[in-house]
């Protein structure tokens, strides 16, 4: 039997665990490599890429940066969390606010240490990020349009920093020949943005009484419900346009079941979304957003990378 004591410590690592999202962090790196392996860097043997210290490195910062945004975010919702997700809020209060800020700024400091071994380059890129999800969390997620665009491009910011790192080894004379490469990922992260887009929109109706009464600027609150779901709709149709780039002009292998299923996916949440009217309704919408974000990242092994890397020519279509 543990003791009183142990039990709180216990407590409280769980609360911290919740605090951070830690069952989101494992996703994070694990897409991180994926998209590495298959689509950032397929010439290069999985092996290669799994050994490459500063790779490693760069994952290891971005997971740490995300722990962190996590934490400052939670530090300023916490009184919104109290209405929209009392339980939860309930278990995260176990640590302390001061407790939180120092394991913040503790993350943050190993964040640019470690960006710092891999380059100048690198730790200038980790520190504009950790300043801008502080400020995300301080003052833009509180205003419609700009907070929703500026969260989603967040948490894509991280794919960033790894293809930077594998670009900045080819010349500026190489560029022209990696063109067809650079659209195929262009098109996967316009996806993915446009999912996460989604995803912030449903939770802006999910979390409707806690935004009213923190005084959060959201759309659903500035104009009404309607009007979040029209531009719902017009987000879940823009996401035809990476689909077809992906799927007709360039050859991502099998993974074009994943597009068709989750295009259909789509298709039917669009169908419950105008019917839903509670916030468990919009929870079940935001659980299945996170499905589909998820199950792409697994999915991610399903593209051929040597078809990939030989991409047919966008050019030649038109």
Known sequence: MLSRQHRLLVMKIVS?????????????????????????????????????????????????????GYIINNFYDSQKDLINRPNKSMLDRLVSQKTKLSVYFSLNFLAVLMALIVSWRAFLFFSAYIFLIWFYS?????????????????????????????????????????????????????????????REMIKDLENLKGDLA???????????????????????????????????????????????ACFIALLFFLLYLWKSNSKEQYLLLHNVLKFLIVSGVFCIVLINPSVLWHGKNLLSRF
């Open 16 to 68: 911290l665990f919740s605090v951070v999202r830690g069952y989101n962090i494992p996703i994070i790196v694990l897409a991180q490599y994926l998209s590495a392996i298959f689509i950032l860097a397929p010439e290069k043997r999985a092996l290669d890429i799994l050994l490459d210290f500063n790779l490693f490195l760069i994952v290891f910062a971005s997971a740490v940066t995300i722990a962190s």
């Open 214 to 260: 923190s005084d959060y600027q959201t759309i659903p609150i500035l104009y009404n419900e309607t009007v979040s779901k029209q531009i719902i709709t017009v987000l879940i149709f823009m996401t035809i346009i990476p689909v077809y780039v992906l799927i007709n002009i360039y050859d991502v292998g099998y993974m074009d079941i994943y597009f068709y």
């Open 138 to 198: 301080h003052k833009i997620k509180k205003y419609a349009i700009i907070g929703n665009l500026t969260s989603a491009l967040l948490a894509v910011v991280p794919f960033f920093a790894i293809l930077l790192y594998f670009y900045n080894k080819i010349l500026f004379e190489e560029i022209e020949n990696h063109m067809n490469h650079f659209a195929v990922i262009s098109a996967h992260a316009m996806f993915l943005f446009l999912l996460l887009l989604i």
